[in-house]
C-alpha cells in the first residue's frame, strides 16, 4: 500500500513557475514509477510527465516539454514537477501516481494509486 501526498500548488501569473512535491508513504518508493496527470474542469484526466523507478527514464506529454521537468528522490520518498513558464492552458487538478510497471506510463490504467490532487492555476 502506498499512499500520496501532493503539495505545491496555487495562484501564478502566466510565465511563472511552481514545484510541485508528491510525498510517499512506506519503504517501497523506489519500487514504483511515478506519474504526473492533471484534470481540468470539463475535460478528461490526462497524462502530464512520468519517471522511472530508478529515475532513468523520463516522459512528456508533448505541450509541457521543455517547460516542465519531473524528477524524484527515493530517499525522500518524493517526486517532483517542476513547472516553468505557465500558461493558462495549464490550469487544473494535479495528481501523483504510483504504477508498479515500468512501461506504459501515459496511460491513466497503469498506475496502482493516487494522490488526492492540487490545484495549480494560471491567470493571464
Known amino acids: 500500500q502506498v499512499q500520496l501526498v501532493e503539495s505545491g500548488g496555487g495562484l501564478v501569473q502566466a510565465g511563472g513557475s511552481l514545484r510541485l512535491s508528491c510525498a510517499a508513504s512506506?519503504?517501497?518508493?523506489?519500487?514504483?514509477?511515478m506519474g504526473w496527470f492533471r484534470q481540468a474542469p470539463g475535460k478528461e484526466r490526462e497524462f502530464v510527465a512520468a519517471?522511472?523507478?530508478?529515475?532513468?527514464?523520463?516522459y512528456y506529454e508533448d505541450s509541457v516539454k521543455g517547460r516542465f521537468t519531473i524528477s524524484r528522490d527515493n530517499a525522500k520518498n518524493t517526486v517532483y514537477l517542476q513547472m516553468n513558464s505557465l500558461k493558462p492552458e495549464d490550469t487544473a487538478v494535479y495528481y501523483c501516481?504510483?504504477?508498479?510497471?515500468?512501461?506504459?506510463?501515459?496511460?491513466?490504467?497503469?498506475?496502482?494509486?493516487w494522490g488526492q490532487g492540487t490545484q495549480v492555476t494560471v491567470s493571464s
Open positions: 501516481a504510483a504504477a508498479s510497471p515500468d512501461y506504459g506510463l501515459g496511460s491513466a490504467f497503469m498506475y496502482d494509486y
Open positions: 512506506g519503504r517501497t518508493f523506489s519500487r514504483y514509477s
Open positions: 519517471i522511472s523507478r530508478s529515475a532513468g527514464s523520463t
